[in-house]
C-alpha cells in the first residue's frame, strides 16, 4: 500500500494502484505523488469513444480512458462565470449545439 499526496496536502489517497494521471488538486494543481520532489501539473484527460447499448438503442460515449469520467459538453456561455457552461450530453446533442439548435427550450408549437 502507498499513501499519495498532493503539494499542499489537501488531497491524499492511499492505496496499492497509483492515482490517475489526470487527476490532481484543484487548489494547488499538483497530481498526487508519493514523494515531495515528483510533483507535477496533471494531465489532460485522454477521451476515448465506445459504443454502449442503452434501452433506446446504440449510442456513442466518450469518457477518460484513465479515469472514466464522461466528457462534459458546452451548452452556453455562462457569463457570471467567464467560461462555458458545461454538462454531459452526447455525441448527438453536441452536434446539433454546434448546428445552432437550442433544445433548452420546450417545443411551444401547438399539436395539429
Known amino acids: 500500500m502507498q499513501y499519495y499526496r498532493c503539494k499542499c496536502g489537501q488531497r491524499e489517497s492511499y492505496g496499492s494502484m497509483a492515482p490517475f ?5 484543484e487548489s494547488c494543481g499538483t497530481t498526487l505523488e508519493t514523494s515531495v520532489s515528483d510533483h507535477r501539473a496533471p494531465q489532460e484527460h485522454k477521451w476515448v469513444g465506445e459504443k454502449v447499448d442503452t434501452d433506446e438503442g446504440p449510442k456513442w460515449l466518450t469518457r477518460c ?3 472514466g469520467v464522461k466528457r462534459p459538453q ?3 456561455w455562462d457569463s457570471e462565470l467567464g467560461r462555458p457552461r458545461t454538462r454531459h450530453m452526447s455525441d448527438e446533442e453536441f452536434e446539433e449545439l454546434e ?6 427550450e420546450p417545443d411551444t408549437k ?3
Open 21 to 25: 494521471p489526470c487527476q490532481g488538486c
Open 65 to 67: 480512458a484513465w479515469c
Open 74 to 76: 458546452p451548452t452556453g
Open 99 to 104: 448546428r445552432g439548435l437550442d433544445r433548452s
Open 110 to 112: 401547438e399539436p395539429q
